[in-house]
């Protein structure tokens, strides 16, 4: 009988852990006047003006939120008046390499680590970041439009890390930006 039980819970613990780390479904989106397609997990929803400002501090309120229905993992994106260009972006990569640096999770990372995205220039940090609930994994990227900064953020709590990382980084390499000529 005692190994029966043992083996009940071993296949639920097995079940529970998968459920925890199970792939997260997820689909196209296009938003910033058609410039900007990434995809999103399955079930976010984006938020209205009035959520985000109820969410968000004055002077940093993104653009666009999507969140998942707790409003506890959300992802971002801000198009802000910066002046920047691919060739400008190793510069950017160094400045907030130094300002992010003590929340770094990966403390290995050069600060001219730059990656290509369906053929454009984004930089990135996996951040540990304090936020007025706690602790939140954070990937945050940026790169340009033309010549103005595009930022983005996935943000989840820290506990969440491990269930959502693996889908973090497939939205982030999912990034397509339209390319605009000056």
């Not at 940090?125 to 790169?143: A, E, Q, V, W």
């Not at 340009?144 to 693996?166: A, D, H, Y």
Request: glycine content about 4%; some cysteine.
């Amino acid at each position: 009988m005692k190994t029966i039980n043992i083996i009940i819970v071993l296949a639920l613990t097995m079940f529970f852990c998968t459920i925890g780390n199970a792939q997260t479904s997820l689909t196209s989106k296009t938003v910033l006047e058609k410039q900007v397609t990434l995809k999103i997990p399955k079930g976010f929803k984006e938020l209205g003006i009035a959520e985000i400002n109820q969410k968000y501090e004055r002077g940093r309120r993104p653009n666009i939120v999507f969140a998942n229905n707790k409003r506890n993992v959300t992802i971002t994106l801000e198009l802000k008046s910066t002046q920047i260009s691919q060739e400008s972006l190793p510069r950017y990569q160094a400045n907030y390499g130094f300002m992010f640096s003590k929340y770094l999770i990966d403390k290995t990372k050069k600060s001219n680590d730059l990656i290509p995205i369906n053929n454009h220039k984004v930089g990135f940090f996996k951040l540990k970041m304090p936020t007025r609930t706690g602790l939140s994994y954070t990937l945050m990227f940026y790169t340009n439009i033309g010549n103005q900064m595009l930022t983005g953020t996935f943000s989840c709590p820290i506990n969440e890390q491990q269930k959502w990382e693996n889908s973090a980084d497939k939205i982030l390499r999912s990034l397509v930006v339209k390319k605009i000529y000056n």
